[in-house]
Every structure is written in C-alpha cells, then in structure tokens.
C-alpha cells in the first residue's frame, strides 16, 4: 500500500458523528434569549476531496437529493480544495435543515467520503438585521463538538459575541473545549 493509498483508505473508512447536529433545534431558543439571533435558514456542509472525485460527489449529491429538498444544493470549491455544499430553508425552519444537513453529510459518509467531511454550520442573525451582527455555529464532524465563530458588519471577527454565544449555550450543546480547534468562516 502506498502513501497515497492509505490516506485514501483513512479518509474513506472513517465515519463521522452526525447525530449531535439534531440537538441544535433545541438550542435555538437560547440563541433568541440570549443574543437575539434567530436562523437564517442557512447551512453548509464542508468536505475536501481530491482530484475528480469532486465532480462525481457533486453529481452524486444533487441527484440524491433532488427528490427531498425544495432546491437543489450548491456544491463550491476554494483554491485549498475544500468543497461546500449549502443548503437553505426558505421558512427558517432548523429541524428541518439540521435534518437536510444530515442527510447530505451521511450521503457523503455512505459514498465513502465519511473521513472527508470536515464541518457544517448553520447561521444565525437577527431578525431585523439592523445591525448586521451575524453568528455561525459551526460542528466538527471528527470530535462532535461545536464553537461559535461571529463576524462584525465589516468581517471581522466578532469574539465577544463569540463568547457571549458560548456563553448560552453551555450545557445545551457539547462544546469545543480547545480554541485552536476552530474553523473561521
């Protein structure tokens, strides 16, 4: 087997932990309480697969998942190779887009990409967006643990809304205990 090879095979055979992105329904409310921010309706799912497998998993993806969501998702690429793919509820419902979420991850998982999924988020602002103040709450598929990463109206980091968002949420949602684990969006 070479180098190659087995970075293939541990990306391929690992499988990650989807069941925690269903508690983030029931923190919602502590989102309205705390900060007043409500979902956007807004998720993505983020994975990095390499070479031509991009194209057959974007394929793969919309047909999969044409018959159960209202619009098909949006597969991008970065210049690093990493791969998205959004997904959005017109109606906010996060129940529902915490499922679509799942779904596309275990499809990816089921295809043999489980080792390759990285992240999801989904985005949170205020109702009104007055003030722009925008909060992604982003999983880690590998540790099953979640971190808050904010953005200010000019897209700098927001951290104390950051911590504020952690604040809430401990005891709601199985948090990030290491900072240097976090992705920014």
């Not at 180098?3 to 409310?29: E, F, I, N």
């Not at 003030?131 to 980091?157: E, I, P």
């Amino acid at each position: 087997m070479t180098l190659l090879d087995s970075k293939l095979v541990r990306c391929w055979t690992s499988r990650p932990h989807l069941q925690s992105l269903y508690t983030l329904a029931a923190a919602a409310p502590r989102m309205r309480a705390a900060l007043g921010l409500t979902p956007t309706g807004g998720g993505t799912v983020g994975f990095k697969v390499d070479g031509d497998a991009l194209a057959r998993t974007e394929a793969e993806l919309i047909a999969a998942t044409s018959a159960r969501l209202p619009v098909h998702p949006l597969v991008t690429q970065d210049l690093h190779g990493r791969s998205t793919v959004r997904c959005w509820r017109r109606n906010r419902d996060l129940r529902v887009l915490t499922s679509d979420l799942v779904d596309v991850a275990d499809r990816l998982a089921r295809a043999g990409y489980g080792g390759c999924l990285r992240s999801a988020t989904v985005e949170f602002a205020e109702p009104d967006g007055r003030r722009g103040r925008k909060l992604a709450l982003v999983y880690l598929f590998d540790r099953g643990t979640f971190h808050a990463a904010a953005a200010a109206g000019t897209g700098a980091l927001d951290r104390a809304l950051e911590l504020r968002a952690r604040a809430a949420l401990h005891g709601a949602l199985p948090l990030e205990p290491h900072a240097h684990r976090r992705f920014v969006v």
